[in-house]
């Protein structure tokens, strides 16, 4: 008899999908990776249902909702790795701009019967509320990462996935410096890699999608990006993405007002 | 047993959050709610303050699965705030983009979401345990659609390369050969698949649908037209405000769509085919009419062919602006930064995605307003439901949900994006 394969199941909280579906755009991968694990619980691709333990969970999405906070703690409980997916999850997303707004006036912004809706005040990382055993960023994530990452769960060892910024990534393709050729305002600099630089190569600036590196200088950064004629309110706004809720983007934010 | 009801909690093959439940009394479907829960994101919420060149990128996030549809919305109806209009190698460079979207959005849903349920699987892995090699050929089939966003657009989810005014960088005549190889590569393949789903075995539900798609004077729509109906719209889509209207209702996150005065409508492959059967391929059409799909289709469970025959006509349409390329001469036009409002619509895999926006005059977002297809569709997936169960009732509660389900992801619902998520209840009494 066959050795039992690892139980996978993948949860999704707020989010667009993206990075969940990044596991079915690995079309090379896909079939190879359905042979290798046993995929339990994953509703966007299957109607199998919610029962017992998982070997490694992946989470997608950040928690907004009471009912969320809830079903998180669930989830760790039935999981024995839990690794999160993409910025939403590991950093709250684009939606944790409600962290810095009336969420009373969002609401009725968008929706006529703002009774109807439940939400919380905030948008908050899965880390904020349970023990994450590895967090994948991107907004997307890299899909050839999170191949990396869930081999590397099944198979007991560490994932390698590179910790460097942006900026190493443009140096290994051979790109030139879109900031200091171009004078284009680039968040290279203070961004973790993962996407190959993808943005510098298209000659744009970095936004920041994979959020930021570990220890960044963003202030001096920031400083050279207003020698560009960038304002404070431009500054704000260019860390206040995808990302806007991870600690060193949201400090950076805060002090241009 | 007369009444009961039919509920599923966490409906699966759907892109996001949602339930249904349905009411029969006394042999008779009473109601049905298609219950959305996606938490809401508020995109429009948080736009407002943001620079127009910001938009897009943003927009994109709505939805993992159709980035394409929410970038070229926002950018069209910023760029007739700016004054700019986008025509020759760049209009078709966006138009190629788009096929790519196609390609992605409906083999992902045909093959990985939807035929699971008229072969009998629980998702598309059991399936290929079976139909190991056609899972593999769609598989090759779907990634074509997202080579063509990755080498147009950076990545295929949330391509970076797509801006208000065209492209970062445009690709060169020979960054898309490949592609052209590729799309060859799998055009047997395309009409392949259309001819075996269309043997798959489709309930005789059809219904008087009001079809709503865009309509333009020279080709199949993607990024412009006139909004038409076969009820007799033909409107501007800066006429799309005055034209429907929407309305909050407490079992859904996602704003119900109606035409004023007239009620629910359709949107999406089903409707932009019947409409526009006409702009079709020569290819596409022979096809179409040889499994004996008419010039209309008013059966939402063949919509699974219809999106086959979009995908071919996306193919042989990439083919044709591959083979026609030259690279434009600048990668975007510049606009005049100035207070206005824009509005827009373009045929996203699901339907009519429509954007408004307001900017002053230092290119800050002021308003903004956003329409899924989903949402727009949400009316009609609970009037099938309510029409179609009635047929249905003989069947034992497990197939019934089952078979509720399936009405359901005809429409290959896409509940992120309309909330920017689905439950079944069927209750019998």
Same mark, same amino acid.
């Given at each position: 008899?066959?050795a039992?394969?690892?139980?996978?199941?993948?949860?999704?909280?707020?989010?667009?999908?993206?990075?969940?579906?990044?596991l079915?755009?690995?079309?090379?991968?896909?079939?190879?990776?359905?042979?290798?694990?046993?995929?339990?619980?994953?509703?966007?691709?299957?109607?199998?249902? =919610?029962?017992?333990?998982?070997?490694?969970?992946?989470?997608?999405?950040?928690?907004?909702?009471?009912?969320?906070?809830?079903?998180?703690?669930?989830?760790?409980?039935?999981?024995?790795?839990?690794?999160?997916?993409?910025?939403?999850?590991?950093?709250?997303?684009?939606?944790?701009l409600?962290?810095?707004?009336?969420?009373?006036?969002?609401?009725?912004?968008?929706?006529?019967?703002?009774?109807?809706?439940?939400?919380?005040?905030?948008?908050?990382? =899965?880390s904020?509320?349970?023990?994450?055993?590895?967090?994948?960023?991107?907004?997307?994530?890299?899909?050839?990462q999170?191949?990396e990452?869930?081999?590397?769960? @099944?198979?007991?060892?560490?994932?390698?996935?590179?910790?460097?910024?942006?900026?190493?990534?443009?140096?290994?393709?051979?790109?030139?410096?879109?900031?200091?050729?171009?004078?284009?305002?680039?968040?290279?600099?203070?961004?973790?890699?993962?996407?190959?630089?993808?943005?510098?190569?298209?000659?744009?600036?970095c936004?920041?999608? !994979?959020?930021?590196? /570990?220890?960044?200088?963003?202030?001096?950064?920031?400083?050279?990006?207003?020698?560009?004629?960038?304002?404070?309110?431009?500054?704000?706004?260019?860390?206040?993405?995808?990302?806007?809720?991870a600690?060193?983007?949201?400090?950076?934010?805060?002090?241009?007002? | 047993?007369a009444?009961?009801?039919?509920?599923?909690?966490?409906?699966?093959?759907? /892109?996001?959050?949602?339930?249904?439940?349905? @009411?029969?009394?006394?042999?008779?479907?009473?109601?049905?709610?298609?219950?959305?829960f996606?938490?809401?994101?508020?995109f429009?919420?948080?736009?407002?303050?943001?620079?127009?060149?910001? #938009?897009?990128?943003?927009?994109?996030?709505?939805?993992?699965?159709?980035?394409?549809?929410?970038?070229?919305?926002?950018i069209?109806?910023? /760029?007739?705030?700016?004054?700019?209009?986008?025509?020759?190698?760049?209009?078709?460079?966006?138009?190629l983009?788009?096929?790519?979207?196609?390609?992605?959005?409906? #083999?992902?849903?045909?093959?990985?979401?939807?035929?699971?349920?008229?072969?009998?699987?629980?998702?598309?892995?059991?399936?290929?345990?079976?139909?190991?090699?056609?899972?593999?050929?769609?598989?090759?089939?779907?990634?074509?659609?997202?080579?063509?966003?990755?080498? =147009?657009?950076?990545?295929?989810?949330?391509?970076?390369?797509?801006?208000?005014?065209?492209?970062?960088?445009?690709?060169?005549?020979?960054?898309?050969?490949?592609?052209?190889?590729?799309?060859?590569?799998?055009?047997?393949?395309?009409?392949?698949?259309?001819?075996?789903?269309?043997?798959?075995?489709?309930?005789?539900?059809?219904?008087?649908?009001?079809?709503?798609?865009?309509?333009h004077?020279?080709?199949?729509?993607?990024?412009?037209?006139?909004?038409?109906?076969?009820?007799?719209?033909?409107i501007?889509?800066?006429?799309?405000?005055?034209? !429907?209207?929407?309305?909050?209702?407490?079992?859904?996150?996602?704003?119900?769509?109606?035409?004023?005065?007239?009620?629910?409508?359709?949107?999406?492959?089903?409707?932009?085919?019947?409409?526009?059967?006409?702009?079709?391929?020569?290819?596409?059409?022979?096809?179409?009419r040889?499994?004996?799909?008419?010039?209309?289709?008013?059966?939402?469970?063949?919509?699974?062919?219809?999106?086959?025959?979009?995908s071919?006509?996306?193919?042989?349409?990439?083919?044709?602006?591959?083979?026609?390329?030259?690279?434009?001469?600048?990668?975007?036009?510049?606009?005049?930064?100035?207070?206005?409002?824009?509005?827009?619509?373009?045929?996203?895999?699901?339907?009519?995605?429509?954007?408004?926006?307001?900017?002053?005059?230092?290119?800050?977002?002021?308003?903004?307003r956003?329409i899924?297809?989903?949402?727009?569709?949400?009316?009609?997936?609970?009037?099938?439901?309510?029409? !179609?169960?009635?047929?249905?009732?003989?069947?034992?509660?497990?197939?019934?949900?089952?078979?509720?389900?399936?009405?359901i992801?005809?429409?290959?619902?896409? =509940?992120?994006?309309?909330?920017?998520?689905?439950?079944?209840?069927?209750?019998?009494g």
């Amino acid at each position: 008899m066959a050795a039992k394969k690892p139980r996978l199941a993948v949860w999704k909280f707020a989010s667009c999908d993206g990075c969940q579906l990044s596991l079915l755009d690995c079309e090379d991968e896909l079939l190879a990776v359905a042979g290798a694990v046993d995929i339990a619980y994953f509703p966007e691709a299957t109607r199998g249902e =919610i029962s017992g333990k998982y070997d490694v969970s992946l989470v997608e999405g950040s928690v907004t909702t009471a009912h969320d906070a809830e079903r998180i703690l669930d989830v760790r409980a039935r999981s024995r790795v839990v690794i999160t997916i993409g910025a939403c999850a590991t950093a709250g997303g684009i939606q944790a701009l409600k962290n810095f707004a009336d969420v009373k006036e969002f609401t009725a912004a968008v929706y006529a019967h703002p009774e109807y809706i439940h939400t919380l005040a905030t948008s908050t990382a =899965i880390s904020a509320h349970i023990k994450v055993d590895f967090e994948l960023r991107g907004c997307p994530i890299n899909k050839m990462q999170l191949v990396e990452v869930v081999s590397a769960f @099944v198979a007991g060892r560490k994932p390698v996935t590179p910790a460097h910024s942006v900026c190493i990534e443009c140096k290994l393709k051979n790109n030139v410096c879109v900031m200091v050729a171009h004078a284009k305002p680039c968040l290279g600099p203070v961004t973790h890699a993962g996407c190959g630089a993808l943005c510098p190569s298209y000659d744009r600036g970095c936004y920041g999608c !994979f959020g930021p590196m /570990e220890t960044p200088n963003t202030v001096s950064l920031s400083r050279q990006m207003a020698h560009l004629g960038m304002s404070r309110a431009d500054l704000k706004r260019v860390y206040s993405t995808f990302n806007v809720n991870a600690e060193e983007f949201r400090k950076e934010r805060e002090r241009h007002g | 047993m007369a009444s009961k009801t039919i509920k599923l909690d966490y409906l699966a093959r759907v /892109e996001g959050e949602g339930a249904f439940k349905v @009411v029969v009394r006394d042999g008779a479907v009473k109601h049905a709610e298609l219950r959305i829960f996606e938490p809401p994101r508020f995109f429009e919420a948080f736009l407002r303050g943001r620079s127009y060149m910001e #938009v897009p990128d943003i927009t994109a996030r709505i939805c993992g699965i159709c980035p394409i549809a929410y970038m070229m919305g926002s950018i069209h109806a910023l /760029e007739k705030v700016l004054g700019i209009k986008i025509d020759g190698q760049l209009r078709e460079l966006r138009r190629l983009i788009y096929c790519g979207e196609w390609i992605e959005s409906h #083999v992902l849903h045909v093959f990985m979401l939807h035929a699971p349920d008229f072969l009998g699987y629980d998702s598309v892995i059991q399936m290929a345990k079976d139909h190991g090699d056609l899972v593999k050929k769609a598989l090759e089939f779907k990634k074509v659609g997202n080579d063509i966003m990755t080498t =147009i657009g950076g990545r295929e989810i949330h391509p970076i390369n797509v801006r208000v005014g065209g492209f970062y960088r445009v690709p060169t005549k020979r960054e898309l050969q490949p592609l052209a190889e590729k799309l060859k590569g799998v055009r047997d393949f395309a009409i392949e698949a259309i001819r075996l789903v269309a043997k798959f075995d489709f309930p005789d539900s059809e219904r008087d649908y009001e079809f709503v798609a865009l309509r333009h004077p020279s080709e199949y729509p993607l990024n412009e037209g006139r909004l038409v109906s076969n009820k007799g719209m033909d409107i501007p889509i800066e006429d799309y405000d005055a034209t !429907f209207e929407e309305t909050h209702v407490e079992h859904s996150t996602a704003l119900h769509s109606h035409i004023r005065g007239r009620g629910p409508y359709f949107t999406g492959p089903l409707a932009r085919y019947s409409l526009n059967f006409d702009k079709l391929t020569p290819t596409a059409q022979q096809v179409a009419r040889e499994v004996g799909l008419g010039k209309t289709c008013n059966n939402p469970f063949k919509s699974i062919v219809v999106r086959l025959v979009e995908s071919l006509y996306a193919v042989e349409e990439a083919l044709r602006i591959i083979a026609a390329y030259e690279p434009p001469e600048k990668p975007f036009v510049e606009g005049t930064v100035r207070a206005g409002s824009g509005c827009h619509a373009t045929e996203a895999p699901r339907g009519i995605c429509y954007h408004r926006y307001t900017i002053d005059d230092a290119g800050l977002v002021t308003f903004a307003r956003i329409i899924a297809p989903t949402s727009q569709n949400q009316p009609t997936i609970e009037k099938d439901l309510t029409s !179609f169960v009635g047929n249905w009732l003989d069947l034992p509660d497990k197939e019934l949900q089952y078979r509720c389900e399936q009405a359901i992801r005809n429409y290959d619902p896409c =509940i992120s994006c309309s909330c920017h998520f689905l439950k079944l209840d069927v209750d019998r009494g």
